[in-house]
């Protein structure tokens, strides 16, 4: 029974769980021939930003096939719910000075994930961390992000830097040829836009590589 998405949120918390497992665990039901995974895969496909999503009311959720006025409800308090815990005060900003304190935050949240999600942690000028941002998720070939889809992001929040976060839930954290040119691209593109990416960091487990570290970068 672990291997369901409500029982290893109790068994792990919620950081174990997808976007897509969280969203079904709002949706709660499907409906006939939908499940509530497939309602909320449909909702990530419409949009894919989650910052995206948490700008649309009820009635754009309802036009999403399976999504009825209380599940769309539903989603809708809980976004908002999220971007007012966002709006923390300045000082409760966790600071990140080294990978292993980086590794430290968001290994309990990625350990357990059975799919890869690619985060942006966009960083101020003290090295707190202003918004943490899951730009992606799922298979291989669809974690493969775009520099726009980061920078616009750190841009919006005026963010002096950025670092990348992802997960390998095989636990190995060497990193993929992929791994290594989306790195390159992302470094490339921040220097055109005066946005530094700090590190590239790896988690698979507990265990957990820094590209920076290892001057892949």
């Known amino acids: 029974m672990t291997d369901m998405p409500r029982e290893r949120l109790l068994h ?12 079904a665990l709002l949706i709660g039901h499907g409906t006939t021939g939908r499940s509530a995974g497939d309602i909320a895969r449909s909702v990530l496909e419409r949009f894919p930003s989650l910052t995206d999503l948490a700008a649309r009311d009820v009635s754009e959720l309802r036009s999403i096939n399976g999504m009825g006025a209380a599940k769309a409800a539903t989603v809708c308090a809980a976004l908002e719910l999220a971007h007012r815990i966002q709006a923390e005060p300045f ?36 090295n707190q961390v ?3 941002v899951t ?4 298979s291989l070939n669809s ?7 980061v920078f616009r992001l750190a841009i919006a ?13 095989s636990g190995n954290t060497e990193p993929s040829k992929e791994d290594m040119a989306i790195t390159r ?4 593109a921040g220097r055109i836009v005066d946005i530094r990416v700090l590190d590239h960091v790896i988690i698979g487990g507990d265990e957990f590589t820094s590209l920076a570290e290892r001057n892949l970068m």
């Open 12 to 23: 792990h918390g919620a950081g174990a769980l997808s976007t897509t497992e969280l969203m």
């Open 91 to 126: 000082k409760s900003r966790p600071v990140i000075t080294s990978p292993a304190i980086l590794a430290r935050l968001m290994a309990p949240r990625l350990r357990h994930q059975r799919t890869e999600s690619f985060h942006v942690l966009l960083m101020n000028t003290a």
């Open 130 to 132: 202003v918004r943490d």
């Open 135 to 138: 730009v992606s998720e799922g």
């Open 143 to 149: 974690v493969l992000i775009h520099p726009r889809e």
């Open 157 to 169: 929040e005026n963010a002096a830097a950025v670092i990348l976060v992802h997960n390998h839930p």
């Open 185 to 188: 691209q992302l470094v490339d």
